[in-house]
């Protein structure tokens, strides 16, 4: 809960600002005292009655005029914390050149509350140099970012620079505000190795990796010190330690490298391996009629197993219902366990979506709804964040 903290919502001109409203809707519901700021351009997208409703008051929206004799210092000062969102290029532009033209970039520039900036524009604005440097001394002046995340645009386009949920930037605030993570660390395994029959060919499966990536994305939005162990090579946000890896022995290698505070076993890890790996390719005419495996090593169990270990959360990717992972919550003695139906309508393999059950240590289950996997890992770290406050 964001019991009263008090949060400056700055608003500018993108389609995106419409979303706004829900995010400011979320803060009121958490708790938050919200005052809203809005640039002239956002006012051409939202009317400024829609956030008075909501947070009730009037938004600010001049530096000079009725609103307050120096409403750029006031809100500064006030604030512990200042969303802008969306935020547009021209916005990011100013902050990042020291502008202080307007209501926003002067009550940024007047500030020593942290900042959150949810950016959303095109494709081709994101990418574009300039918008790369201001971004560059934003990161480098201590500015936080939630998003952009790729997905479809204004106009029916497709690409990087939709603006992070309301949610992502509510659970990004809430770590800001009162931070779990307290420079904890966690390790993140996530995708599915492989295992080599020879230099062309290997045993796989079909995990793309999508589930953990999105669950260390949420981890580090929170605060925490992530390390990802990954076959996967999907895009990686900065400040994400990502170790690349193929196999299960590969990945256990690096998973002993290091010692989390916190462990999620996203990865779908094989459990056998062939026996023996051929240096050359095996050709057809030599008649090849098994392959014979062995055990990989168990690297949940070598998580669960170590002195002072981990909160451990594992995964379960099973085919049939939840009893088989309850009894693997039990048996394995993991924190929390995250079950899920690969055979089920929008829970399989490569997937944006994911339908999960959480598993407690007790055998306790809660079921969720199918979701998007950003979702779920907010969800997930909900729930791992109420462990590490019983804890730690
Ligand atoms: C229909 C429309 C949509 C726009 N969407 C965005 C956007 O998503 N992101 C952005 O950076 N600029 C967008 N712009 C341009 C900004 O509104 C413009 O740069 C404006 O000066 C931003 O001012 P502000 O940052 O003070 O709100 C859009 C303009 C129009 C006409």
Same mark, same amino acid.
């Given at each position: 809960?964001?019991?009263?903290?008090?949060?400056?919502?700055?608003?500018?001109?993108?389609?995106?600002?419409?979303?706004?409203?829900?995010?400011?809707?979320?803060?009121?519901?958490?708790?938050?005292?919200?005052?809203?700021?809005?640039?002239?351009?956002?006012?051409?997208?939202?009317?400024?009655?829609?956030?008075?409703?909501?947070?009730?008051?009037?938004?600010?929206?001049?530096?000079?005029?009725?609103?307050?004799?120096?409403?750029?210092?006031?809100?500064?000062?006030?604030?512990?914390?200042?969303?802008?969102?969306?935020?547009?290029?021209?916005?990011?532009?100013?902050?990042?050149?020291?502008?202080?033209?307007?209501?926003?970039?002067?009550?940024?520039?007047?500030?020593?509350?942290?900042?959150?900036?949810?950016?959303?524009?095109?494709?081709?604005?994101?990418?574009?140099?300039?918008?790369?440097?201001?971004?560059?001394?934003?990161?480098?002046?201590?500015?936080?970012?939630?998003?952009?995340?790729?997905?479809?645009?204004?106009?029916?386009?497709?690409g990087v620079g939709r603006v992070a949920e309301p949610e992502e930037i509510l659970s990004a605030a809430r770590a800001i505000l009162e931070p779990s993570a307290r420079g904890l660390s966690v390790l993140v395994t996530a995708g599915g190795t492989r295992e080599p029959v020879d230099p062309v060919r290997y045993l796989g499966n079909r995990s793309s990796g999508?589930? @953990?990536?999105?669950? %260390?994305? $949420?981890? =580090? /939005?929170?605060?925490?010190?992530?390390? &990802? !162990?990954?076959?996967?090579? +999907?895009?990686?946000?900065?400040g994400i330690k990502v170790l690349s890896v193929e196999t299960a022995d590969e990945m256990k290698a690096a998973v002993d490298g290091v010692e989390p505070h916190i462990a999620v076993l996203a990865a779908a890890v094989a459990d056998f391996k062939p026996a023996d790996r051929a240096s050359e390719k095996l050709a057809r005419s030599e008649g090849l009629e098994?392959?014979?495996?062995?055990?990989?090593?168990?690297?949940?169990?070598?998580?669960?197993?170590?002195?002072?270990?981990?909160?451990?959360?594992?995964?379960?990717?099973?085919?049939? @219902?939840?009893?088989? %992972?309850? $009894?693997? =919550? /039990?048996?394995?003695?993991?924190?929390? &366990? !995250?079950?899920?139906?690969? +055979?089920?309508?929008?829970?399989?393999?490569?997937?944006?979506?994911?339908?999960?059950?959480?598993?407690?240590?007790?055998?306790?289950?809660?079921?969720?709804?199918?979701?998007?996997?950003?979702?779920?890992?907010?969800?997930?770290?909900?729930?791992?964040?109420?462990?590490?406050?019983?804890?730690?």
């Amino acid at each position: 809960m964001l019991d009263r903290r008090r949060v400056v919502l700055a608003v500018t001109g993108g389609i995106a600002a419409y979303k706004t409203a829900f995010l400011a809707r979320r803060l009121v519901e958490s708790g938050a005292q919200v005052r809203v700021a809005m640039s002239k351009s956002a006012a051409e997208f939202i009317g400024p009655q829609t956030f008075a409703a909501i947070i009730g008051e009037p938004p600010y929206q001049d530096l000079f005029g009725a609103d307050d004799v120096s409403p750029h210092t006031m809100l500064a000062r006030w604030a512990e914390l200042i969303i802008v969102a969306p935020a547009t290029a021209a916005t990011i532009a100013r902050a990042a050149n020291g502008l202080s033209e307007d209501l926003i970039s002067a009550t940024l520039l007047a500030t020593e509350a942290p900042v959150l900036i949810a950016p959303a524009m095109h494709t081709e604005m994101w990418e574009n140099k300039a918008t790369k440097r201001n971004i560059d001394i934003l990161r480098s002046d201590g500015y936080r970012f939630v998003g952009p995340n790729e997905g479809e645009l204004a106009g029916g386009d497709v690409g990087v620079g939709r603006v992070a949920e309301p949610e992502e930037i509510l659970s990004a605030a809430r770590a800001i505000l009162e931070p779990s993570a307290r420079g904890l660390s966690v390790l993140v395994t996530a995708g599915g190795t492989r295992e080599p029959v020879d230099p062309v060919r290997y045993l796989g499966n079909r995990s793309s990796g999508k589930m @953990g990536h999105a669950i %260390a994305e $949420e981890g =580090a /939005r929170r605060g925490y010190e992530v390390t &990802l !162990v990954t076959t996967s090579d +999907l895009p990686v946000s900065g400040g994400i330690k990502v170790l690349s890896v193929e196999t299960a022995d590969e990945m256990k290698a690096a998973v002993d490298g290091v010692e989390p505070h916190i462990a999620v076993l996203a990865a779908a890890v094989a459990d056998f391996k062939p026996a023996d790996r051929a240096s050359e390719k095996l050709a057809r005419s030599e008649g090849l009629e098994s392959i014979e495996l062995v055990k990989t090593p168990d690297i949940l169990a070598s998580l669960v197993a170590r002195d002072d270990g981990p909160i451990t959360v594992g995964f379960a990717a099973e085919t049939g @219902g939840v009893d088989r %992972a309850v $009894e693997k =919550a /039990r048996q394995k003695g993991v924190d929390l &366990l !995250v079950y899920n139906n690969v +055979l089920e309508e929008g829970s399989g393999f490569g997937t944006d979506t994911n339908r999960v059950s959480f598993i407690a240590s007790d055998g306790d289950v809660e079921e969720m709804p199918l979701m998007s996997k950003s979702a779920v890992a907010i969800e997930l770290w909900d729930r791992i964040d109420a462990l590490v406050d019983s804890r730690m």
